[in-house]
């Protein structure tokens, strides 16, 4: 019997675990092509951060040998991006020519990073963080190239900050916010955050935004939103990304912030489904790899023709920088929250309930041995309101079996309860 065709149209960490799952839940089934639009195979993104700094070498980043294509029979096509997809009529055509036809097809499609969109941002000198090909450019800048400029003070922009200071460039972040990571940390840790890069030789400023890149033929210098003219050789740009969809949209599927696909990954057309950063799963789009891990399962178990069917839930952000311990997870602000610091020793926890006294975001900074233990608490949604201050030190599970009691407000110096 000749297996159904399978064409996957991306080769990042998504398509990649996607094969791995079919290779655990169907082997076989499918005959499978993969394109990838980058030359390089398929790399582990997650690791191009401590590849800039010199923890990683190339090679480390890569998750497939050619053996293990070829042992399972995947064709694999690099550096031809889709540029016209047919779905009804089952093909797809590539950049280089390549007719690629299909039973099935998944948009695999990734994002692509944001973009300030202000004057001069086409200049020599002015990039992206995103891919291996940036991340290889960065980690060979000249000895001249001494100014560097980063834009964005999210996850991704506070590791570029970092992979560059380790190389001696003298950078700059700049952050729209007024402090770190505002969407997973609160002002306080935010704070630890911002003395700790300060002390790594990374300048930090807070409340500015970026007017216009100046510069002849390269860079030259940034116009900040308050006038102030900042003179650098190079500035990157780390602001987010956005799912990529116009495949999707020329191809006709229903598109909104990414592509739209239900609790099995299937998109609005029979046959064709998406995961990954390209997809909207309700009205949620994704940027961490745990979700899609779990996208990717359920994707081969419905490929496989099993039941399942797709379930978000938070999960944690780390900081992969070096000294820098912190674990976010859930919502970063309540009217209901327990806090404890240690500014001696850089500690500092935040514990957020919600009306039924259910944690519902944590953030620690400095000691995160706990985290694990918080987070089962907040995805199991049990009452704790009762341990009062107790709970930041640690989730007591006797207490937690217990029948809640009425406790009295702590009125220990450490601890306080807003």
Not at 98 to 104: K, L, S
Not at 119 to 134: H, K, N, S, W
Not at 139 to 157: D, K, N, S, T, Y
């Amino acid at each position: 019997m000749t297996a159904e065709r399978l064409l996957i149209v991306g080769n990042g960490m998504a398509a990649d675990r996607l094969l791995d799952e079919l290779y655990h839940h169907c082997p076989g089934r499918y005959a499978i092509t993969l394109c990838g639009e980058e030359n390089s195979a398929a790399y582990n993104r997650i690791l191009l951060s401590p590849y800039l700094t010199g923890e990683y070498n190339e090679q480390d980043l890569f998750l497939k040998t050619h053996h293990w294509y070829r042992e399972r029979g995947i064709e694999v096509h690099l550096g031809g991006a889709v540029e016209q997809l047919k779905v009804e009529q089952g093909f797809a055509m590539t950049s280089d020519g390549r007719r690629h036809d299909f039973d099935r097809l998944v948009m695999a499609t990734g994002s692509l990073p944001l973009s300030l969109g202000v004057e001069g941002e086409q200049l020599p000198g002015v990039m992206a963080f995103r891919t291996l090909a940036d991340a290889r450019y960065l980690r060979q800048l000249p000895a001249a190239c001494r100014q560097v400029v980063v834009i964005g003070g999210g996850l991704l922009g506070i590791e570029a900050a970092y992979g560059l200071v380790q190389q001696g460039k003298q950078v700059t972040l700049l952050q729209r916010g007024q402090w770190l990571l505002n969407r997973q940390l609160d002002e306080v840790a935010g704070g630890y955050l911002q003395r700790h890069l300060q002390r790594l030789g990374i300048e930090v400023r807070l409340g500015v935004s970026t007017r216009r890149f100046i510069g002849a033929e390269h860079l030259e210098a940034l116009e900040l939103n308050d006038g102030e003219i900042l003179f650098a050789d190079l500035a990157v740009q780390a602001l987010g990304v956005t799912p990529r969809t116009e495949l999707a949209r020329q191809a006709g599927l229903q598109v909104d912030k990414g592509i739209l696909v239900n609790d099995q990954m299937a998109t609005s057309a029979s046959g064709v489904y998406a995961l990954g950063e390209c997809c909207q799963w309700q009205s949620q789009t994704f940027g961490l790899v745990a979700p899609i891990w779990d996208q990717a399962r359920v994707l081969a178990r419905a490929l496989a023709g099993e039941q399942d069917g797709y379930r978000y839930q938070d999960f944690a952000t780390r900081l992969k920088v070096s000294g820098i311990d912190l674990l976010a997870a859930g919502v970063t602000s309540s009217n209901s929250c327990l806090t404890y610091e240690d500014r001696e020793y850089g500690h500092y926890r935040r514990i957020n309930l919600d009306e039924q006294g259910r944690i519902s975001g944590i953030v620690l900074y400095g000691d995160v041995s706990a985290g694990n233990a918080f987070i089962d608490l907040m995805k199991q949604q049990k009452q704790v309101s009762h341990l009062g201050s107790d709970l930041l030190f640690g989730p007591q599970t006797t207490a937690l079996e217990a029948e809640p009691e009425a406790v009295e407000d702590a009125n220990e110096p450490v601890a306080t309860a807003a």
